[in-house]
C-alpha cells in the first residue's frame, strides 16, 4: 500500500502523463510487481529442516500443499534431527523436523520449543541378503553394534566378517536405536552416515553389512529385514509397541508459529495427510497408536 502511494506521488508530481515516455510507466511498474512479488513470498516462505526419516513424508505433504496453496513458498531439507533442533531453536527456520524429543538434546531449551507430533515411524535393522541370517534377538543385535559378534556365522549365518553401518551423530535414528537397543552401552567405530538413502545403498551392494532404517526407505528386494526375537517389524506391531524400534516424528516451532507455519501443521494434522498420505508413504497415522511415549521412553497404553 505504501509503495503504491509512493508511486502516485511520484507520478502526479513529475506529472508523467505528460512528460515521461510509457516506456517509463511501465518499468516503473514492472518492478512495483517484481517487490511486491518478493515480499509476498517472503512473508509466505516456510523452511522446514531436520530428520531425514521424515524428510519423505514433509516433501510429498509440502508438494501437494503447493496444490491447493498457490501463494505458498515451502522448502525442505534433511541433515538430521539434531540440526532441525538447533536451527529452529536459532530462529534460522520456521519448523525443525526431529525423531527424538527436544528435551533429550543437549544444547537445546525444549521450553522455548512447541511440540507436534505428525507421525510415527518405525526402524528395523537391515543386513545384506548373502548374510544368511533373518532373525536375532535384542542381545544379539546389541552384541554386533557394540562389536562382541563380528561373524555372521556366529548367529547360524554365513562365515563372514560383519561389517557395521552406523548412522552420524546428530540423527535421531541413531539416538533412538541405540536408546532401545544398546541402553547405555558404547557402539563399536564404524562407517558412518548421515541419511537412510545411503544406508540403504551400501547396505543392497556390500557384502556382510548391517545398519538400521526407517521404514519408509527399507522397500529394496535386496536388503534384508531383520526380525528381532521374532518379533516382525511391521506397522500393526508398532501401535501396541510389540515392535519397539520406533519413534515419533515431530515438528518444532520456536515459540507459537506464525499464521502460514501453523496453517501447514495444521494440514500435517489433517485428515488428507493422516489417513491418506502417512500410511500410503510408510509412515503410521498418529491416530492409530494403541500406546504412548514420553521422552524417557516409558510407554503408556493409551486410554490408561
Not at 44 to 71: C, F, P, W
Request: hydrophobic residues 35%; aromatic residues 6%; positive net charge.
Amino acid at each position: 500500500m505504501i509503495i503504491f502511494e509512493l508511486c502516485k506521488i511520484y507520478i502526479l508530481k513529475e506529472n508523467v502523463m505528460k512528460k515521461h515516455s510509457i516506456g517509463k510507466i511501465i518499468l516503473l511498474l514492472m518492478l512495483l510487481l517484481v517487490t511486491m512479488t518478493a515480499c509476498a513470498n517472503n512473508g509466505s516462505k516456510i523452511t522446514i529442516v531436520g530428520s531425514s526419516a521424515m524428510q519423505l513424508l514433509a516433501e510429498q505433504a509440502g508438494n501437494d500443499y503447493r496444490l491447493s496453496h498457490s501463494d505458498s513458498n515451502i522448502v525442505v531439507q534433511g541433515g538430521g534431527s539434531g540440526t532441525g533442533l538447533s536451527q529452529v531453536q536459532a530462529g534460522a527456520v520456521q519448523i525443525g523436523t526431529s525423531d527424538v524429543f527436544a528435551e533429550t538434546q543437549k544444547g537445546i531449551n525444549a521450553s522455548k520449543l512447541r511440540d507436534y507430533k505428525i507421525a510415527v515411524v518405525g526402524i528395523v535393522p537391515i543386513v545384506n541378503k548373502g548374510v544368511g541370517v533373518k532373525n536375532v534377538s535384542a542381545k544379539q543385535l546389541a552384541q554386533i553394534f557394540t562389536g562382541k559378534i563380528t561373524n555372521w556365522r556366529q548367529l547360524g549365518g554365513k562365515d563372514e566378517a560383519i561389517t557395521v553401518i552406523n548412522r552420524s551423530k546428530g540423527s535421531g535414528t541413531r539416538s533412538t536405536f541405540e536408546d532401545i537397543i544398546l541402553r547405555g552401552q558404547k557402539p563399536i567405530k564404524s562407517q558412518e552416515q548421515d541419511s537412510n538413502g545411503t544406508v540403504k545403498k551400501i547396505v543392497n551392494t556390500t557384502p556382510g553389512t548391517v545398519s538400521y532404517l526407517s521404514f519408509p526407505y527399507a522397500n529394496d528386494a535386496h536388503i534384508q529385514k531383520l526380525s528381532i526375537d521374532h518379533i516382525k517389524p511391521t506397522n500393526k506391531n508398532i501401535t501396541t509397541n510389540k515392535w519397539q524400534l520406533w519413534s515419533y516424528e515431530h515438528m518444532y516451532t520456536k515459540g507459537k508459529p506464525n499464521k502460514q507455519t501453523k496453517a501447514f501443521i495444521d494440514y500435517m494434522l489433517g485428515k488428507k495427510v493422516q489417513k491418506e498420505l502417512v500410511p500410503k508413504i510408510g509412515y503410521l497415522s498418529i491416530n492409530d497408536m494403541k500406546v504412548t511415549r514420553n521422552s524417557k521412553n516409558q510407554v503408556t497404553q493409551i486410554g490408561k
